[in-house]
């Protein structure tokens, strides 16, 4: 399988308000991170966001390369199941040769929990997690904190 030059993770809010509802997408590089989020109806507690970053890092690389691996790995196994209430998480992959995998995962993000772990290690602290990285377990530290 050719190294993967591009990943795209697209999500969105799914059945809920149209307060709350969005779209987001994370696309990260070996040299690079951008988030964008997108409110259906944009108000002072769901606005619109938009950040990016470069690095010439080697950690960032290896931490890059780390991701495409696991990335590799939900294609080859795949994921049958499907949920009707949630937004889909769509999986845009760009190779070195330019060919291009695009999947859409109707599934809760904890089924990518480690990988999403991975790359909310990438988003820089200043930065909200992205929303379409969010786990059950980021709602559970929320609580705690209260």
Known sequence: ???IIRIVIKGASGYCC???AY???ITITSESISYEYVSSI???INPKRKWSYKTNSPIFKMKFDHIAKMISEII???IDEF???IGGIEFNITYADKTKF???YWVPGDYFNELFGMIKNLVPDCEYTPAVLLTSA????DEENE
């Open 102 to 104: 695009k999947e859409i």
């Open 83 to 85: 949920c009707t209430d």
């Open 23 to 25: 779209n987001d997408k």
């Open 1 to 3: 399988m050719e190294d």
């Open 138 to 141: 980021d709602y559970e530290e």
């Open 76 to 78: 080859e196994r795949g």
């Open 42 to 44: 944009e108000t002072v």
């Open 18 to 20: 149209i307060d709350e």
